[in-house]
C-alpha cells in the first residue's frame, strides 16, 4: 500500500470516528428520561438547556440522576471504543471531541444542545481515568463549598488539561492530541459558560437543587 492510499485510508477512518461520536453525542438523554418520567420537556423551563442540572429543577432527582449517567456515558464509551479498537491517540481525540460536540450542538435537537460538562466527564474517565477522577473530586468540592454547579464546572474545565500536562510522564505518555483535544473542550465549556459567569460575578446565579418555577 503506497502512502498516498495509508493516507486516505487514515483520514477516512478519522471522518467515520467523528461523525459516529457525534451522532452518539447528539442523543439527548435530558429528553430521553424527561420523557420516560413524565416531566415536561427540559428546554421548557430554568435554563432552557437539556441537561441534568436543569433536569433537577423539575424536582425529580431520579431523573436527573439517569439523565447525569447517560450523558457521561456516552463521553466515556465513545472514546472507550475508540481506543479499544486500537485507534492512534489523534484518532481518540477527534473521537473526544466529536461526541462532545455532538452533546452541545445535536443534531437531533436542531444543534441546541447540553453545556457538556457530564459528557466531558466522562470521556476524561476514558482517557485517564485518575485524571477523570480529579476532575470530579474538583467539580465536587466547587459544588459543595459554593453550591453552583456552574462555578463548579468552570473550574474543572481549568484544571483538566492541567492535570494532564503535569501527571505526563507519570501516569501517561504525552500525547499533543489529546491535549488540544482537552484544551478544545475546556474553552468550548467556558464558552457555554458565558452567561453563568456573568451571572457569577453578578451575583445571582441560582443554586444547586432550586426548583424552577
Request: glycine fraction near 10%; proline fraction near 4%.
Amino acid at each position: 500500500m503506497d502512502s498516498s492510499s495509508a493516507s486516505a485510508i487514515t483520514s477516512a477512518i478519522a471522518a467515520a470516528t467523528f461523525i459516529a461520536a457525534y451522532l452518539l453525542g447528539s442523543v439527548s438523554f435530558a429528553v430521553i428520561v424527561s420523557k420516560l418520567y413524565g416531566l415536561q420537556d427540559p428546554r421548557s423551563y430554568g435554563s432552557g438547556n437539556p441537561g441534568a442540572t436543569n433536569v433537577l429543577r423539575s424536582g425529580h432527582k431520579t431523573a436527573a440522576a439517569l439523565t447525569l449517567l447517560g450523558d457521561a456515558f456516552k463521553g466515556w464509551f465513545a472514546v472507550w471504543l475508540t481506543i479499544n479498537a486500537g485507534a492512534s491517540a489523534t484518532v481518540v481525540a477527534i473521537a473526544a471531541v466529536g461526541v462532545f460536540l455532538g452533546h452541545v450542538f445535536p443534531i437531533f435537537l436542531a444543534f441546541k444542545g447540553g453545556k457538556g460538562v457530564a459528557t466531558a466527564l466522562g470521556l476524561l474517565f476514558a482517557i485517564a481515568p485518575l485524571m477523570g477522577l480529579a476532575t470530579l473530586l474538583t467539580w465536587l468540592i466547587v459544588a459543595f463549598f459554593f453550591r453552583m454547579s456552574s462555578l463548579a464546572a468552570v473550574a474543572a474545565s481549568f484544571f483538566a488539561p492541567f492535570y494532564y500536562v503535569i501527571l505526563t510522564g507519570v501516569l501517561w505518555p504525552f500525547e499533543p492530541s489529546i491535549l488540544a483535544a482537552l484544551i478544545l473542550i475546556g474553552v468550548l465549556l467556558l464558552a457555554r459558560h458565558r452567561a453563568n459567569i456573568v451571572r457569577i460575578l453578578a451575583g445571582t446565579e441560582p443554586k444547586i437543587g432550586k426548583k424552577s418555577t
